[in-house]
């Protein structure tokens, strides 16, 4: 099992002032930020439209971190090498999205890509244990996907440490991504229980000191980086 990355912070561009996109960017390259989260939503599967390709391949002209794409859409499997070509580093899809999930997953791989498959709140975790030593990250929504700022479910605390179990139960070298409600002041917790990646959107973009705000949230993991690296 390969070493596991912890406190990684992935900004969520969908909550970034649009007016002022490329200063948004810059800013995360300076920070202590490890990755660009790129929601797309197609107005289907989330009750909402975001953005596609032409944002995805501006950013990644911009962009000096990887990018981390979320696809919030119906039939992503016609979109991934689309993704791929305009910078895309990690892609995820939606377990309820995907009738082939296995046959996905290895596409996202196969055009060289980190494959991810995203669950909502409502989805048990068991449900990826047949395709979860295939992946690179699972994504754990904490917030009915669709908007940002929305408040964090609290069961997402016990379906982190299932789905923490399930990868240490079956050796998979998946890493855990948060998304969703993400704060200061429930960041700790949520490493402590598994997390690998937080996802913040608003808890940065909103902030005083957006800089500021993403290196405390790295910070969160500290205690719990040594401890899981002897597991």
């Given at each position: 099992?390969k070493?596991k990355?912890?406190?990684?912070i992935?900004?969520?561009i969908?909550?970034?002032?649009?007016?002022?996109?490329?200063?948004?960017?810059?800013?995360v390259?300076s920070?202590?930020?490890d990755?660009?989260?790129?929601?797309v939503?197609?107005?289907v599967?989330v009750p909402?439209?975001s953005?596609g390709?032409?944002?995805?391949?501006?950013?990644?002209?911009?962009?000096?971190?990887?990018l981390?794409?979320?696809?919030?859409?119906?039939?992503?499997e016609?979109?991934?090498?689309?993704f791929?070509?305009?910078?895309a580093?990690?892609i995820?899809?939606?377990?309820?999205?995907?009738?082939?999930?296995?046959?996905?997953?290895?596409?996202?791989k196969n055009v060289?890509a980190q494959?991810g498959?995203?669950?909502?709140?409502?989805?048990?975790v068991?449900l990826l244990a047949?395709v979860?030593r295939?992946?690179?990250?699972v994504i754990?929504m904490?917030?009915?996907p669709?908007?940002g700022?929305q408040?964090f479910?609290?069961h997402?605390?016990?379906k982190?440490s299932?789905?923490?179990?399930l990868?240490?139960?079956?050796g998979?070298?998946?890493l855990?991504?948060?998304?969703?409600g993400?704060t200061?002041?429930?960041?700790?917790?949520?490493?402590?229980?598994?997390?690998?990646?937080?996802?913040?959107?608003?808890s940065?973009?909103?902030?005083?000191?957006?800089?500021?705000?993403?290196?405390?949230?790295?910070?969160s993991?500290?205690?719990f980086?040594?401890?899981?690296?002897?597991?």
């Amino acid at each position: 099992m390969k070493e596991k990355i912890r406190g990684y912070i992935a900004p969520s561009i969908l909550s970034a002032n649009f007016l002022h996109l490329e200063d948004e960017i810059r800013m995360v390259n300076s920070s202590d930020a490890d990755w660009f989260h790129i929601d797309v939503m197609d107005g289907v599967f989330v009750p909402n439209i975001s953005f596609g390709f032409p944002l995805v391949e501006a950013i990644n002209q911009v962009a000096q971190k990887p990018l981390d794409v979320h696809l919030m859409i119906v039939q992503p499997e016609k979109y991934i090498e689309e993704f791929r070509s305009l910078g895309a580093d990690h892609i995820s899809v939606h377990y309820e999205a995907c009738t082939h999930l296995n046959r996905t997953i290895h596409q996202i791989k196969n055009v060289g890509a980190q494959a991810g498959v995203a669950i909502n709140p409502h989805t048990p975790v068991a449900l990826l244990a047949d395709v979860i030593r295939d992946l690179d990250i699972v994504i754990l929504m904490s917030v009915n996907p669709g908007f940002g700022g929305q408040k964090f479910i609290p069961h997402s605390f016990q379906k982190l440490s299932e789905l923490k179990q399930l990868i240490r139960d079956t050796g998979s070298s998946a890493l855990i991504e948060v998304d969703g409600g993400v704060t200061q002041e429930n960041a700790r917790r949520l490493f402590e229980n598994g997390a690998d990646i937080l996802v913040a959107g608003s808890s940065v973009f909103k902030s005083a000191n957006p800089t500021a705000t993403i290196a405390e949230l790295r910070k969160s993991a500290h205690p719990f980086m040594a401890a899981d690296l002897s597991n």
